[in-house]
């Protein structure tokens, strides 16, 4: 009988990533409602030693597989460990987090338990003892709520980022870390042939803050405004389409729905008209403001503090203005 | 080398939205469908290894008698025979149904590498791809916006949170695509190219070709479904910044510090 809420946690560069403890967080609340354990997999080089801080967010017990060979995610490597720790744990749901790795590890293994997964989930709740998640299609221009066939466990869910309220740690819980035996090739078939960091940069995806710049910036060498007022807020600089189509702004950049879907507190358009396809990729932002001299763009119907100005005059004012608050506070 | 294209038809981005009387999927009078562009990227990452290795490119979609359209769309673009697996068994099927169908067509064929786009912008399901590689028992590389293949294996780059990695994997194995259009600029196809696709092998297909027991797809197998859809709360506009333009720097300041709080 599936029992239980399993959380698959991320551990990068000798630390868990921040989207672990918002997954673990959501699967705190999502046992409690059960009235069931949660626990947790940790996968990494050097995991076994840092997985007890899962307990400070409410994580009761963890099972670390800890090896060399998991210094870097594979699918290859990662996916068997965990399915196998799966089977014998039988959890009634699976949660992970809806990062890159996060995605990627549960689809495989979701196809290799046969079981259901709903990706990118905004939230999620027990009904009937059963998990429901409601996930954004058509890149946000509709929503769905998902429930899973009678008996289809484990109930697999994967959770956007920035979205799901992380407990505040509680230091006085520790969790039970565990090391099971699972079987691993001795080498991988794939290999990680670079890794190559990008500067310092908070990745889009997991930003709090975005300041992006669109058609109305004339010429990538323009950005570098938008940048200063980025740094000044502790966010990322996003871009449209148009802006990466013309060469002036990576593609990684890219806001929208063949670009990246966004969930900032706080998203600055500059020079943004608003295209439908923009709109999908950052109406989610909790916070919108549109900087644009157009009055007539489709940005400013869905802004929540408009400014109709030229943003060449407007962004260095109001670098200006922020400068001024930093130093007041 | 033999590479294998799975392509999906979607509505394009343009398409406004609208619930259907089910109250679980979208309103389909009145929608343009066009290949799903991340797809379309695998078409043009297919065919770059036609221009440079020769290799065959076979397209693979599973969907209704319309598909053909953009399977035609993708032989236009230069890819040499194309199959559809049109079954109504398949309808309601979730990712992993589909991934069923999948892989038993593609176990038909000889292939080297697989690629598609890593998700569908109508689902945005993310998952059918490497459900796909884990039924055949292959390696894949996800969301690559960087590919070449040499000496029996794929070399792909994968942007991650904060870095972007190089990987590798022996063939054959699948990859999904991400990035951007300005990343993969897919092809148009030129007239002589639409007019060649009309000779083109297109193959239809159904769950009996396949081998595949019926009760392994279809909306009666699928493990998660949608239970209701909706739109979003539209969003409305709030207020537009009064004053001169250092006047609505400080004002917007003032609204994101005290009522916002989110400076």
């Known amino acids: ?91 009634r749901v699976v949660l992970s987090a809806a990062s890159v ?98 500067a310092g940069k908070v990745d889009l995806a997991e930003a709090q803050t975005i300041v992006s710049g669109g058609r109305g910036m004339k010429g990538p060498e323009n950005f570098a405004i938008l940048e200063e007022l980025a740094q000044l807020l502790g966010g990322a ?6 802006t990466v189509d013309a060469g002036w702004r990576p593609h990684s950049d890219q806001v929208g729905q063949t ?24 109406g989610s932002s909790k916070f919108i403001v549109a900087v644009n001299k157009d009055p007539e763009a489709p940005i400013f119907s869905k802004a929540d503090y ?9 962004v260095p004012a109001l670098i200006e203005e922020l400068k001024k608050l930093k130093a007041a506070c | 080398m033999e590479v294998v294209v799975l392509l999906k038809q979607v509505p394009d981005t343009e398409t406004v939205i609208k619930i259907g009387p089910d109250g679980k999927s979208i309103a389909t009078s009145d929608i343009k469908w066009v290949i799903n562009p991340y797809d379309e990227y695998a078409v043009e990452a297919a065919l770059r290894l036609k221009d440079s290795q020769g290799a ?10 319309r598909a053909v359209e953009s ?59 490497i459900m796909v590689a884990e039924l055949l028992d292959i390696p894949h590389l996800a969301l690559a916006v960087a590919l070449e293949v040499a000496d029996g294996r794929v070399r792909v780059e994968r942007p991650i949170e904060g870095a972007k990695l190089k990987l590798e994997a022996p063939l054959p194995a699948l990859v999904t695509l991400g990035g951007a259009h300005a990343v993969w600029n897919p092809r148009y196809a030129s007239l002589p190219g639409i007019m060649k696709a009309k000779k083109k092998p297109l193959e239809i297909k159904k769950l009996a070709d396949l081998e595949l027991p019926p009760e392994q797809v279809g ?22 910044v009064p004053g001169d333009t250092a006047g609505k720097a400080r004002e917007l300041v003032r609204l994101l510090h005290e009522e916002a709080k989110v400076i």
């Open chain 1, 1 to 91: 009988m599936a029992q239980g809420v399993c959380v698959i946690t991320e551990f990068r560069g000798g630390a868990f990533r921040r989207v672990s403890f918002e997954v673990a967080s959501e699967g705190r609340r999502l046992a409690d409602a059960l009235g069931e354990p949660l626990t947790a997999i940790a996968l990494g080089d050097g995991v076994a030693a840092a997985a007890a801080v899962l307990g400070h967010y409410g994580v009761e017990k963890v099972y670390a597989v800890d090896q060399a060979l998991l210094k870097d995610y594979l699918a290859e490597t990662y996916a068997p460990a965990a399915a196998e720790i799966l089977k014998t744990l039988q959890p």
């Open chain 1, 101 to 198: 790795d996060g995605k990627d590890l549960s689809a495989r293994l979701a196809a290799r338990l046969g079981a259901g997964l709903a990706q990118d989930c905004t939230a999620l709740k027990i009904e009937g003892g059963a998990l429901r998640a409601q996930r954004p299609v058509y890149a946000g221009k509709a929503y769905a709520w998902y429930e899973w066939a009678d008996g289809a466990t484990p109930q697999m869910a994967s959770c956007r980022p920035n979205v799901m309220a992380c407990l505040p740690p509680d230091p006085s819980r520790s969790a039970v870390v565990e090391t099971p035996a699972v079987t691993l090739p001795a080498a991988a078939k794939c290999r990680v042939l670079s890794v190559e960091a990008a």
């Open chain 1, 237 to 242: 600089v996003g871009a449209s389409r148009a």
């Open chain 1, 259 to 282: 670009g990246k879907v966004v969930t900032p507190t706080l998203y600055i358009a500059c020079g943004i008209s608003g295209a439908i396809q923009h709109l999908a990729g950052m």
């Open chain 1, 306 to 314: 408009g400014v109709v100005e030229d943003l060449f005059q407007f």
């Open chain 2, 56 to 65: 065959n490119v076979t397209l693979l979609s599973l969907g209704p008698q």
């Open chain 2, 71 to 129: 399977i035609r769309s993708a032989l236009a673009m230069g890819a040499d025979k194309g199959i559809l697996v049109d079954d109504p068994a398949t309808e309601g099927s979730d990712a992993l149904g589909k991934a069923r169908v999948l892989a038993a067509a593609l176990k038909q064929l000889p292939f080297d590498l697989i690629v598609c786009g890593h998700r569908a912008v109508d689902d945005d399901e993310n998952q059918v791809g």
């Open chain 2, 219 to 240: 909306a009666a197998a699928a493990r998660v479904r949608v239970a209701s859809l909706e739109l979003p709360v539209p969003r409305q506009a709030g207020v537009l």
